[in-house]
């Protein structure tokens, strides 16, 4: 069955360019598109849709506060960010209130499309702009040091190439480990910090800013 997508975008023009480009996509329909915070609760609420592509600047509530308050209503709802902003602190932010992606506005669309296809699968995407940004920025958040002393340097090394995308397989090649090895340092990272998949580990590693290491 295709993705069903809500756009919630407050240009009217760029909404309109989204929802035409993305509906020439045999995977994508479109089900709805807000103008405004609000909006988008009341549509991601009546539409139950798959993917929620959110502009973080919407007037009445912005995408932060509609993240948060539909992650707590719909679980299983994949918030994809979509702004101009790549500072790291707002990146943090919008991954804190449940975001399964974020995409920078400079992006290709092609790039849009990639990400509702990731989150699908439950892949943390994010613009490589906003990579290079988030990841080369620390995020010195009050209670860091307690979960990164639970980590030794491998975990450590494990954990960033991990937010960074790569696979098992590129891991061992890049540390020089077996792939089997690779994986018992990634069960040993979840383990010790209480999370289960590797997009919980991604948001974890960004917001506290161990991918910086």
Same mark, same amino acid.
């Given at each position: 069955?295709?993705? /069903? ?21 045999? &995977? ?9 915070? /609000? ?22 509530? &912005? @995408? ?7 992650? *707590? ?19 943090? /932010? ?6 399964? @992606? ?34 080369? &920025? ?11 002393? *639970? ?39 979840? /383990? ?16 506290? @800013?161990?991918?910086? *290491?």
């Amino acid at each position: 069955m295709p993705v /069903r997508v809500v756009i919630a975008e407050d240009q009217r023009m760029v909404r309109e360019a989204l929802s035409a480009l993305l509906a020439r996509e045999p &995977d994508i329909t479109v089900v709805g598109e807000a103008a405004t915070g /609000r909006e988008a609760i009341e549509l991601a609420q009546a539409q139950r849709p798959d993917v929620l592509v959110l502009d973080i600047s919407l007037p009445e509530l &912005d @995408g932060i506060e509609v993240a948060r308050t539909l992650r *707590l209503s719909q679980p299983e709802l994949k918030v994809l960010a979509l702004s101009v902003h790549n500072e790291a602190d707002v990146v943090s /932010r919008m991954l804190k209130a449940g975001a399964a @992606g974020y995409v920078h506005k400079s992006s290709a669309f092609r790039e849009l499309v990639r990400a509702i296809r990731d989150v699908m699968q439950d892949r943390v995407y994010l613009s490589p702009r906003v990579t290079r940004q988030a990841l080369g &920025d620390r995020l010195h958040a009050a209670d860091a040091a307690a979960p990164r002393d *639970l980590l030794s340097r491998r975990e450590r090394q494990v954990l960033a190439l991990l937010a960074a995308g790569k696979r098992s397989v590129q891991i061992a090649g890049q540390l020089d480990i077996s792939t089997a090895t690779v994986e018992v340092h990634r069960r040993n990272i979840m /383990r010790k910090l209480g999370l289960h998949t590797v997009a919980d580990l991604t948001r974890y590693a960004i917001r506290e @800013g161990l991918t910086s *290491l």
